[in-house]
């Protein structure tokens, strides 16, 4: 029986939390098969042939160390959205190095890791050939690599193999780096008392409120009307192409009525996942709404539509406490949801509760 494999995505940040790529592999397990490493890249790139599949993703870095590389075997990737990772010492071999020029040529980034500012002192010629330079935050060359890739004549560019935690993420981004943050979900940001909410957080969190209340939509739209910038995102949000309303509509009661009050809900957490005093976080706020659509998909099938509107909910809340810097069960304590969506985000328990828990151990490097 072919052995069940999870691809795991390490997103690449930079100093800004902006997600420009990802760092793709297979989730560890202590079941495995015991497939060589060899055999990784080719079963990777096979995931990725589909065009949909690497496409929309930004970079993809692809661990291509002990492989044999060939643009042949790429030739299902993007080669300016691909980037092959590679150890020095595979640069010490005419044929890994013949290989290496080739793939070059033909537009692909080439990542070194494991690199020493020794080897590259006597190696100049191959620097022409990296694109990237993969670091940790504690090499002893770290400083020297970096005023070598800030020379006008260098074309590579310093990435953190793995920030361990946000202090470290923003030691780093002081610095200018990119780097991969793997356990970006599950590692827990500085959390504040709660009493530190915007005053845009406190009327989003009322209308939330109002809205799992099903309060009259002439009562929402007074809320709606204390905050300005709030009613014009809602007005711009219901006049675009996507909804294909043909009358533009000016009224925010009327824009109400056409979104209907879940997909209204909806709206509202994205835009309060937004509001965080505590330094907003793209990547954070990117992987919420990936956590939701995937708890969404994994419900279809099991709960009527309604239902898997409501794990969308639960996913990206999740991570709501990370994004607003507050504690979940005082933002809880703000916002009135259903018995399971609550028991679901505090214990990961009823019915959406499993769903949720799967969400997060595909998110996991190891199984």
């Known amino acids: 029986m072919p052995e069940i494999k999870y691809l795991v995505r390490t997103p690449l940040l930079d100093p800004k939390q902006q997600v420009i790529g990802y760092k793709l592999s297979w989730q560890k397990s202590g079941k495995s098969s015991g497939l060589t490493v060899e055999a990784d890249l080719p079963q990777l790139l096979d995931v990725l042939a589909e065009p949909a599949n690497n496409s929309q993703l930004g970079l993809l870095f692809l661990d291509a160390r002990s492989s044999e590389l060939s643009s042949k075997k790429l030739q299902s990737m993007s080669p300016k959205n691909t980037v092959l990772m590679l150890n020095q010492t595979d640069l010490l071999n005419a044929s890994h190095v013949t290989s290496a020029m080739s793939l070059h040529e033909h537009g692909f980034g080439l990542a070194l890791c494991d690199v020493d500012i020794a080897f590259l002192a006597s190696n100049e010629s191959l620097l022409a050939l990296v694109t990237y330079i993969e670091v940790s935050v504690g090499h002893p060359d770290l400083a020297a690599l970096t005023h070598l890739a800030r020379q006008t004549q260098s074309n590579f560019s310093l990435v953190v193999n793995q920030f361990p935690d946000w202090r470290e993420f923003d030691a780093g981004a002081s610095r200018g780096l990119n780097g991969f ?187």
């Not at 409120?209 to 007074?222: G, I, T, W």
């Not at 005093?277 to 793209?282: D, I, L, T, V």
């Not at 259903?338 to 949720?356: H, K, N, V």
């Open 181 to 367: 943050f793997q356990n970006l979900c599950l590692t827990p940001r500085k959390l504040s008392p709660m009493g530190k909410l915007g005053p845009q957080t406190v009327l989003i969190l009322q209308l939330m409120k109002m809205v799992q209340e099903n309060a009259d939509v002439r009562h929402l739209e007074k809320i709606l009307q204390r905050d300005a910038a709030l009613s014009f995102s809602l007005l711009r949000y219901i006049n675009s192409a996507s909804f294909g309303i043909k009358v533009e509509i000016q009224s925010l009661r009327h824009a109400v009525a056409m979104l209907g009050y879940t997909a209204l809900f909806s709206w509202l957490s994205l835009l309060l996942a937004r509001t965080s005093n505590a330094g907003f976080s793209p990547a954070l706020l990117q992987a919420a709404i990936v956590r939701g659509r995937f708890a969404e998909l994994l419900g279809q099938g099991f709960f009527p539509r309604n239902e898997t509107e409501n794990l969308f909910v639960v996913g990206m809340f999740s991570l709501l406490d990370q994004l607003l810097g507050v504690p979940m069960n005082e933002l809880l304590s703000q916002i009135l949801l259903p018995d399971a969506m609550t028991q679901a985000l505090i214990s990961r328990e009823g019915q959406y509760g499993a769903f949720l828990a799967l969400v997060e151990a595909c998110e996991r490097e190891d199984a």
